[in-house]
């Protein structure tokens, strides 16, 4: 299905992305995809998680510290692990990390800094920045290998289907997915990172915030939320296949099959 197809149908109050790099040394000539429709950038949920955990090795003096939380924050998207190494390190120092490692300026959420998801991205900033881990993963970076390693023991359950939308059972993947009280929509997010061999990869991301206005669902949606229960059934109902038709798409027009 064509971008045009997948985003035409939207609602007005909706934001959609997508974006892709290929690129790699001795590879074939690097290609990037971008798409979207909508606001230029979306709150970022938990997307950006694994790279937090990279930058934040540097500034963590004890390396057991560090992968005790690094590890729950990628692999089950731990939350309370993300702020134990956001806000250790502090959001302005890691996203000033980031910046001078990927080239990529996020800024810190406004009003509430400690609100880790709400950093505002665009997909192909996401791309950009998981191309530069993938290739030092690639070069022998071994924070950036033991990131992209826990991406990939991600459990299926978290990931919207998204390796099977990009084709790669074994690729690392991080989703991301959130509705805030303030916010009308749930946020579904995912990124696929996937090495090719040498230092080439190809990196793929879909953002979605779509409509959630009914009162009852999202009163259950905020109670599930508080409790701690789960709510990826919520975010599959509402983006999955928007976010799955999203990747497929965006891995074709990097040229891959």
Not at 161 to 181: E, H, I, L, N, T
Request: glycine share 12%; hydrophobic share 40%.
């Amino acid at each position: 299905m064509s971008f045009n197809e997948l985003l035409d149908g939207l609602d007005h109050g909706a934001g959609a992305q997508a974006a892709g790099i290929r690129r790699g040394y001795g590879g074939p000539p690097p290609r990037t995809v971008a798409v979207g429709s909508g606001l230029t950038r979306l709150r970022c949920a938990s997307l950006l998680k694994p790279l937090y955990a990279w930058v934040a090795a540097g500034r963590i003096a004890d390396a057991e510290r560090w992968r005790r939380h690094a590890e729950p924050a990628v692999v089950v998207s731990s939350n309370t692990d993300t702020l134990g190494l956001w806000l250790s390190v502090g959001p302005r120092v890691i996203l000033d990390d980031l910046c001078e490692r990927t080239g990529v300026r996020w800024e810190p959420p406004n009003g509430d800094p400690s609100r880790f998801g709400s950093v505002e991205v665009a997909a192909g900033e996401v791309a950009a920045a998981y191309a530069v881990l993938a290739q030092a993963a690639a070069t022998g970076d071994p924070v950036a290998e033991a990131v992209l390693g826990w991406m990939a023991e991600v459990p299926d359950s978290q990931t919207f289907g998204a390796r099977v939308a990009v084709g790669r059972p074994g690729a690392a993947v991080k989703c991301g997915w959130y509705g805030g009280p303030d916010e009308t929509c749930l946020r579904t997010h995912a990124v696929a990172v996937l090495p090719h061999g040498g230092s080439r990869a190809s990196v793929v991301v879909a953002m979605t915030a779509l409509p959630y206005t009914d009162a009852h669902e999202r009163e259950v949606y905020r109670e599930r939320v508080t409790t701690g229960l789960s709510v990826e059934d919520r975010h599959e109902k509402v983006a999955g296949e928007l976010l799955r038709g999203l990747m497929t798409r965006t891995m074709a027009e990097l040229g891959h099959g």
